[in-house]
């Protein structure tokens, strides 16, 4: 498991959005945080427990306080109650060979008086296989519904609560490990949870609630009689299932001859016309139909001709009398018009003086005599007023007239190239004496097809339902065959059963015993070795046993004498506990995230040096120290500094009680000397 990113939003002193990058490098599993006292550093410890475990988590601020009360007052002070906090923990996880990315986001806000929390969890399960072929990979959780509602009991799989408290601890606080009581407590539970003997000791409780479930059965007449029944019914079925089957041969075979002679009479038929006889009625009714419409489309071609329509044989002549219409009606105008300059003319005379009444008498007839020229024609029908009108009409009843008998004569061609093809049809259509025969011995055919096809689909339908019983009866049988059998070897199956499985809890019990010592025999060197790693007198702690029933822990000194761990300060109280949870990581396979608050509390310089060099950058695959500047000082920073893959340093304001993150520790880029 290694944890990738945190995200902390109105937690505690955290205020607005807070991130980390945990993701460790290549030889460098350290993610150094730095802070003062009371500035987040044990709330960030709290954060990561909070998200995975709820309400069940072991967080130090919150005491005796119930789950709800202490949600309320981990939402920061400044913010809005209402929108609440949220913690967002990434992590991957490595099963069954393949690794999942987990985003776990814990929320909660306050709506009038009540608390709601929420937890949605998303899951990229294809986060490893995509990592091998390509770099930089982004997770793409998808939400799921099921794991979120079963969320407490699916963290247990991946990180136990027991377990986590030995991941996850404070420096200062697990002195009280060094005590026996609590480190028999704290070893029994890691080497059931963390090492596999629980799962040992869980088979063995199956196999006994398996034994104890064995129960006889007294039903042995009764299924005794019911499976005579059955057989009989069996064998009538059967029987009735024979007959039926060598019927349905016997219609199949009549309905195959049945079927040929029909394709043979309907070749002859065919080749005869018989198709053009049977058809000889529709094709004399459509004949009839296309000569209706044919006489109705002629009739109406000679309403046209009655019409103006013939008037198109003598265009010419009326393009000559519309322009003999113009004609007359312009002379017509003119003679009205030299009636109105005659009265002019007078009335313009009598307003002249009489010495130029004669010029002026001259001009004026001639004027006059010029335009009586034009209204004489060399031809004149004394055509009406409205003659052009009467034209313009003309042409628009000729125009319409003559579309319509275009439309009519194109029908005409369709209905007679109609008519023409019924004609050499009907040619065509054989005799009736010719196909007669034919076709009667065709249509009592069919007849007999039906009749053959009809018994061989009852025959059919016979067949399937007593199939169906068939199979229903013989179900019924076997199942009563295995209850009778059930009932005969059930006491000697129990007894078997009770017997092998007795077999198996004792190997079990002599396995889960041999693989228990085993474990305690690699749990005493390793936590003995860790131990003389850290410690600065070495030759303090001569051996470590561990027993394994109490799992109590005794330490021995040169000459094989106990030593009591009470004789030990506080500094090496300290050590041994760090030395039994490295211990218990190593013999796990360091699969497991450190997180360690307040690493180096009570410790003179020789074991911090120690600590530094020895234990944290060989702790776990991951290991995230929460340090103040006193603990992991400039000259240990730079120890620890090829381990080291990322730095952050917790910044809090004095003044609005609240903290951020900043990349960077003392003493390198990014917070110098921050407070």
């Known amino acids: 498991m290694l944890l990738r990113k945190i995200a902390l939003e109105e937690f505690g002193a955290y205020r607005g959005k807070q991130s980390l990058d945990l993701t460790p490098k290549k030889n460098k599993p350290i993610i150094l945080i730095g802070g003062l006292n009371g500035c987040g550093k044990t709330t960030l410890l709290d954060a990561i427990q909070l998200a995975l475990y709820g309400n069940r988590a072991r967080c130090s601020g919150r005491g005796t306080k119930s789950y709800e009360t202490y949600l309320r007052e981990s939402i920061n002070r400044t913010a809005d109650p209402a929108r609440g906090s949220a913690i967002t923990l990434e992590f991957t996880v490595l099963a069954g060979g393949h690794e999942h990315y987990y985003r776990v986001v814990r929320s909660w806000h306050i709506s009038g008086k009540t608390l709601k929390e929420f937890l949605n969890v998303y899951v990229d399960e294809t986060y490893g296989e995509r990592t091998k072929s390509a770099r930089n990979v982004q997770p793409e959780g998808k939400f799921n519904r099921l794991l979120s509602e079963g969320w407490a009991d699916h963290v247990e799989s991946l990180l136990p609560l027991e377990i986590a408290s030995l991941a996850f601890f404070d420096g200062e606080k697990i002195e009280s490990l060094a005590d026996p009581e609590r480190a028999a407590s704290v070893i029994e539970s890691a080497v059931h949870s963390l090492l596999g003997v629980s799962t040992v000791q869980q088979l063995r409780n199956d196999l006994l609630a398996l034994q104890r479930r064995q129960k006889l059965s007294d039903e042995e007449q009764h299924l005794l009689d019911n499976i005579r029944a059955q057989e009989a019914e069996r064998d009538a079925v059967l029987s009735e299932y024979d007959v039926a089957y060598q019927e349905m041969g016997q219609f199949r075979t009549e309905l195959g001859k049945a079927q040929r002679t029909l394709e043979s009479l309907e070749r002859a038929f065919e080749k005869e016309g018989g198709d053009l006889f049977t058809r000889r009625v529709e094709l004399e009714n459509d004949k009839k139909q296309i000569v209706i419409q044919l006489a109705q489309v002629r009739t109406e071609l000679t309403q046209l001709s009655a019409g103006p329509l013939p008037l198109l044989l003598a265009a010419p002549l009326i393009t000559n009398l519309r322009a003999q219409a113009v004609k007359e009606q312009d002379a017509q105008q003119s003679a009205h018009l030299l009636e109105v300059l005659e009265q002019r003319d007078r009335w313009l005379l009598d307003l002249l003086p009489s010495a130029a009444r004669d010029e002026v008498l001259q001009q004026l007839e001639a004027d006059r005599a010029g335009r009586a020229q034009r209204t004489e024609l060399a031809v004149n029908l004394q055509l009406p007023h409205d003659a052009q009108a009467q034209l313009t009409l003309l042409d628009e009843l000729l125009e319409r007239d003559t579309a319509r008998g275009a439309q009519l004569l194109t029908v005409a061609a369709e209905l007679t190239e109609q008519l023409d093809q019924l004609d050499r049809q009907l040619a065509g259509v054989p005799a009736q004496h010719k196909v007669e025969a034919l076709q009667h011995s065709r249509e009592e055919q069919l ?191 730079g120890r620890l500094k090829k381990s080291i893959a990322r730095t952050y340093t917790l910044v809090h304001d004095d003044t609005e009680f609240t903290t951020s993150v900043v990349e960077g520790y003392w003493w390198n880029e990014g917070a110098q000397h921050v407070g």
């Open 447 to 637: 007849v007999e097809v039906a009749r053959v096809q009809a018994a061989c689909e009852r025959a059919a339908e016979r067949l399937e339902e007593l199939k169906r019983r068939r199979e229903y009866v013989t179900t019924l049988l076997e199942r009563a065959h295995n209850e009778f059998v059930r009932t005969k070897v059930k006491a000697e199956e129990v007894e078997r059963i009770i017997k092998y499985s007795e077999k198996a809890r004792d190997t079990l019990e002599g396995f889960g015993s041999a693989l228990l010592k085993r474990h305690i025999s690699r749990l005493e060197v390793a936590v003995l070795q860790s131990f003389k790693a850290l410690m600065r007198k070495q030759s303090l702690v001569h051996d470590l046993r561990i027993d394994t029933d109490k799992f109590t822990l005794t330490l021995t000194d040169a000459e094989g004498q106990q030593i009591d761990p009470a004789r030990l300060s506080a500094g090496e109280r300290q050590l041994l506990a760090v030395s039994l949870l490295w211990g218990l990581m190593r013999v796990a396979g360091n699969r497991l995230p450190s997180v360690i608050d307040t690493p180096l509390g009570r410790l003179d310089s020789r074991h911090r040096e120690h600590l530094v060099d020895r234990y944290f950058p060989h702790a776990s695959d991951q290991v995230l120290l929460l340090s103040t500047d006193e603990e992991i000082d400039e000259y240990l920073l």
